[in-house]
């Protein structure tokens, strides 16, 4: 009888190197993809930005009336920054100390901070509303194909806020 050596002896260097030509290729091909992607993406960002931030807003906004409770929370702390700051005349005294405007700015953001984030779930609300209108954007942004919708290269050059900036006259032009 032959002896024969371990299946994983013979097989593992012809199945290393296919392995590492397949995973090589593989990386190439969902880098070219991502990049492609993150293209598209940019170049629609720019284009597409104010029916971005309207599609930010409005999930936001469905998000929150879609629970209620902390809708409650939100209009009970704009309710207390109101009255602590517009509506309440007399200085406002703690421990028989009057606090200054920025003692009562300090002390209602780290009371607001807490509320949101640690002892309710607005923050939580707030950054799924936020994650899932992300998502949904980035998502129109990755897979719709530009057509030529660019005015020029130098305006796609500029920032997401740049909308709300006021625009320039071009230079080099002299009127008579």
Do not use: C
């Not at 371990?6 to 091909?29: C, F, H, N, Q, V």
């Not at 779930?121 to 950054?127: L, W």
């Not at 209108?133 to 998502?139: H, I, K, P, R």
């Amino acid at each position: 009888m032959a002896q024969t050596a371990p299946a994983t002896a013979l097989a593992s260097p012809a199945a290393t190197s296919a392995l590492t030509i397949i995973a090589g290729r593989l990386k190439d091909y969902v880098g070219n993809i991502v990049k492609q992607a993150t293209s598209r993406l940019r170049k629609n960002a720019n284009y597409f930005r104010v029916n971005y931030l309207i599609v930010v807003l409005l999930t936001t906004a469905v998000t929150f009336l879609m629970h209620p409770s902390s809708l409650l929370v939100l209009g009970a702390l704009l309710a207390s920054w109101i009255y602590v700051f517009l509506l309440r005349t007399a200085p406002l005294t703690i421990g028989g100390r009057t606090l200054s405007d920025r003692e009562k700015l300090i002390g209602m953001s780290a009371i607001t901070f807490i509320m949101i984030f640690f002892v309710t779930s607005v923050g939580t609300v707030f950054f799924s509303a936020l994650s899932l209108s992300l998502a949904v954007v980035a998502l129109h942004g990755a897979f719709r194909e530009p057509d030529n919708l660019f005015i020029d290269e130098g305006e796609t050059q500029q920032g997401f806020l740049s909308m709300f900036t006021v625009p320039t006259a071009p230079t080099g032009t002299t009127t008579v």
